[in-house]
């Protein structure tokens, strides 16, 4: 089926803003239905009206969309094709992106085509922010040797990287050193609305799950895995399902003496308890007035720790003021302005005659909100830090859980003495802080806690207060506009002093490169089983997640994360317990030192500037010395290193050809593994450190690389030896055809026991195809890109599955693999399939979407499957190999 004209010609019209002709499909004409549509909605109408083709966006996507109200309700969910107007990226995920991109271009050019013509077709941001961590803390110039460190280990990544710079057209790369993706979003790359040739709203999707940051600023936005990121910038449509929407409603206003962090956590305890995965949520209400688009922004981050897909803030007043004070030019702001009020889509929280419709409405009471921290093992855990110490020691011996560690009575008194660097003797027990970071875009992102922290940090200074040497504090900025604000305001050198240097521009701490600890501390928590804490202005607090000896992790308000490290422990009651003393030994409370938002608002006025912004992001491309001083290949094509153990070109386009192949048989497969039901991406996707043993570990070390030298495989995603052989290398991975669990499976008709890529790798040295046989659910969890390339990569050529995640059956056609569906009642226990058979799968010229085939099986028997291919638009991914290989043949 080849693409068509759109339809809904008839809805563009023009208008003329500072002189100037847009046009613009006018969805506001649309009617009663579309005046009810939540705002969050508008926007996917919006997109399915503009790029209707009748290919990859039918009328039947305008249409349901338009009828949200009641297909919202549909039992199984009403799916659309969405195509967002562009694609966001962080350097870890981004990787894998860039190095396709590069390949597409080797194999444009192998078909006698042009590789020039290989760019992303809609923009794309790439922020390089997840390599840099906290080696060096508590010392000048902890930044400047951070940031070497950074490029040491991360030189092959970054030269790539900036290769792809100058070598595609439509992609910025924004280099290390220079903020964390969400918050260089926030504050420079969102349009809010995009003014080419016709004016529509911003949308992004980008594969970090905190995209949904951008929703802060009025831009509809959230995470997807690298397929479907790789399918936008190519301009393809993505599926989802039509979303129910959460109204939430705030009234009321903060105390003077919370924070939005308060806020956000008071929000995601909510959210988490009423349950909305898979749902949209928008804000309304009168209270949502009083909140700063730094505050919305910081709820809007949050939004996947309570597990929304979107928490939507429409276009109001204060987006545009905020726009001005980020520096956006005032033409810009006039024709945001005026095409959002012309589409009905833009929003006064004040009037609730333009409430929408939504799927069901809760209630927040700002007023309600009180000083909080979650932890000790879930964001969602929010404690109120008046009952936080008892809190912390029901913790110690609750049962072992996510409020639990277990301890008996008897252990509640265990402590420790280690000698610190100083020369001196300290003592830690169950509580002490020994990680306090300022940290994460969540926080960072607002001046308000910003200048909050550093104001404590200044009156604490001033009382004679200090942190205890050995607690690793740090302070990592979002932006350097962070630093050019606190620099002004005159509270850098407070900071210092209680040791909240600057340690690097990226996410650090909170996405858990909060780097070594002293090694007698560690040493000392380990010895005497001590739970000890970190304190931290992030997002997410799992087990393991921050640091192996911090057991304990609290999400606090960079306020409270120095409020913590004052204390050295969170085994405290701030209401009655002193956090230390005068010169004089008169006592310190924490409310003596606690600025209100009046007092943090006015210095917000005065020292968050737009020229601040202009200066800051005027630079924001040409990077540091040393990434300016990365020598890079010119050209358009990369040239490859054999040798890289980072970047490597994946044979995705090996022995491709210009035409159409016939689609092929599956003939005497054998299968590679036996999965039971809820399989997550967790399971296939390679992530984590490489264990030792791992046919991963045994490639790096054939490269004479140490264990030491070995690193992640998230930072090895360029390279898809490594990640082959980290796919299903999961230790929990329970595979029916294995002895035991683990990656293991068994090869035939050998018998022989071998790691799952072994086995694979045997199988394609005979020539043999692959199949994996699982149960329900297969593919549940995020989104991830290799849990599709690897499976691809070991052989797998078709899935049979008693049912699919949505988003991840959509990844296996994106590489070419078919995913089958055993049909109701049917299973491979049913069935009798033990996995030691051979199963042949005849696939007709003629197949269709939802058609059935039948597997022939070398005992006799067979079954039939249904084939989920949904679309014509899968169909016609798969007949190509997948949708790279499809779009390298459009491009010829």
């Not at 979303?243 to 962090?261: A, F, H, I, N, R």
């Not at 030994?585 to 917000?604: H, K, M, N």
Request: proline fraction near 6%; hydrophobic fraction near 40%; aromatic fraction near 8%.
């Amino acid at each position: 089926m080849a693409a068509t004209g759109n339809p809904y010609e008839k809805l563009l019209k023009t208008m003329n803003i500072n002189g100037k002709r847009f046009k613009y499909y006018d969805i506001s004409v649309l009617g009663e239905k579309y005046d009810r549509l939540p705002f969050s909605i508008r926007v996917l109408l919006e997109s399915c009206v503009r790029n209707c083709d009748n290919f990859q966006v039918l009328e039947k996507d305008v249409k349901n969309v338009l009828d949200w109200e009641s297909n919202q309700n549909v039992q199984g969910g009403v799916e659309i094709a969405f195509k967002p107007a562009r694609v966001i990226l962080q350097d870890l995920t981004g990787v894998p992106a860039v190095v396709d991109f590069a390949a597409m271009r080797d194999a444009v050019k192998g078909l006698g085509g042009n590789p020039d013509k290989i760019n992303p077709i809609c923009p794309a941001d790439l922020v390089i922010d997840h390599s840099v961590q906290v080696d060096f803390a508590r010392m000048p110039d902890a930044l400047n040797k951070n940031q070497e460190l950074e490029f040491e280990r991360n030189k092959e990544r970054f030269q790539f990287l900036k290769w792809g710079a100058q070598a595609f057209d439509n992609m910025l790369i924004v280099p290390p050193g220079s903020g964390i993706v969400h918050q260089v979003n926030l504050e420079y790359l969102a349009r809010v609305v995009f003014t080419g040739d016709v004016l529509h709203p911003d949308s992004v999707v980008g594969t970090d799950s905190h995209t949904t940051m951008i929703n802060g600023l009025g831009v509809v936005g959230w995470g997807v895995g690298g397929i479907e990121a790789e399918a936008v910038m190519l301009g393809q449509a993505i599926s989802m399902l039509l979303p129910k929407v959460v109204g939430y409603k705030l009234v009321g206003e903060l105390d003077p003496l919370t924070t939005s962090t308060d806020l956000v956590l008071t929000i995601t305890k909510h959210l988490r308890s009423l349950g909305v995965v898979g749902k949209f949520v928008e804000f309304f209400g009168p209270g949502v007035e009083a909140l700063s688009i730094a505050d919305r922004a910081t709820v809007a981050n949050m939004c996947p720790e309570f597990g929304a897909t979107v928490a939507h803030f429409p276009v109001d007043e204060r987006s545009l003021q905020y726009l001005s004070q980020t520096n956006r030019s005032a033409d810009k702001i006039k024709i945001i302005e005026e095409y959002l009020r012309a589409t009905k889509q833009f929003r006064d929280y004040s009037n609730p005659a333009q409430d929408p419709i939504f799927s069901e409405v809760v209630e927040l009471d700002l007023s309600t909100v009180v000083t909080s921290v979650s932890g000790p093992k879930r964001p969602q855990d929010r404690v109120s830090v008046s009952v936080m110490k008892k809190d912390f020691q029901d913790c110690l011996t609750n049962k072992v859980g996510f409020k639990g560690y277990g301890l008996s009575p008897a252990q509640l008194a265990t402590s420790g003495s280690f000698s610190f660097s100083d020369g001196k003797t300290y003592s830690i027990t169950h509580g002490s802080v020994i990680i306090a970071a300022i940290t994460s875009c969540t926080n960072t992102s607002n001046p308000s806690v910003m200048l909050g922290a550093g104001m404590l940090a200044k009156k604490a200074v001033e009382n004679g207060l200090s942190v205890l040497p050995y607690i690793k504090t740090s302070l990592s900025p979002g932006s350097g506009v962070v630093t050019y604000y606190l620099r002004e305001s005159g509270v850098v050198p407070y900071l210092e002093k209680l040791g909240f240097d600057i340690v690097g521009y990226g996410c650090m701490t909170c996405i858990g490169n909060s780097g070594p600890i002293d090694d007698n501390i560690a040493n000392t928590i380990e010895k005497n089983e001590l739970v000890c804490c970190g304190v931290l202005s992030g997002n997410r607090n799992f087990e393991g997640r921050i640091h192996p000896n911090t057991r304990a992790n609290y999400l606090a308000s960079p306020l409270l994360v120095i409020a913590y490290a004052l204390a050295g422990t969170v085994d405290i009651d701030f209401e009655t317990e002193p956090l230390g003393k005068r010169a004089d030994g008169s006592p310190v409370f924490l409310r003596e030192i606690w600025p209100t938002r009046a007092e943090i608002q006015e210095v917000e006025n005065k020292y968050v500037i737009p020229g601040m912004f202009k200066e800051v992001y005027e630079k924001i491309e040409e990077g540091s010395a040393t990434w300016q001083a990365l020598d890079v290949p010119k050209g358009k094509l990369y040239g490859w290193d054999p040798e890289s153990t980072y970047i490597k070109r994946p044979p995705f386009f090996d022995g491709m050809t210009k035409d159409l192949p016939p689609i092929r048989n599956i003939e005497n497969a054998r299968c590679l593994l036996l999965l039971g039901d809820s399989v997550t991406t967790d399971h296939i996707s390679p992530a984590g450190s490489i264990a030792r043993n791992s046919p991963a570990a045994r490639f790096l070390a054939d490269r004479g690389l140490t264990p030491r030298e070995f690193n992640s495989y998230g930072s090895r995603r360029g390279n898809d030896a490594v990640m082959s052989r980290g796919t299903f290398a999961n230790i929990r991975l329970v595979n029916k055809m294995a002895p035991s669990p683990g990656p293991r499976t068994v090869h035939h008709p050998s018998l022989q026991v071998m790691d799952i890529f072994d086995a694979a790798d045997r199988y394609a040295k005979e020539n043999v195809s692959l199949i994996a046989i699982v149960g329900k659910d297969y593919g549940s969890g995020s989104s991830r890109d290799w849990a599709a390339k690897g499976p691809f990569l070991l052989g797998i050529r078709a899935v049979i599955a008693e049912s699919f995640e949505r988003i991840h059956r959509s990844n296996l056609v994106g590489m070419g693999i078919m995913p089958l569906e055993f049909l109701p009642g049917q299973n491979a226990d049913s069935l009798g399939l033990t996995g030691a058979e051979q199963y042949t799968i005849k696939v007709p010229e003629d197949l269709a979407p939802q058609h059935l085939l039948t597997v022939q099986v070398d005992n006799g028997t067979s079954f039939q499957v249904k084939v989920r291919f949904d679309t014509e638009v899968d169909l016609t991914y798969y007949r190509n190999g997948g949708i790279l290989n499809y779009m390298i043949r459009k491009m010829l």
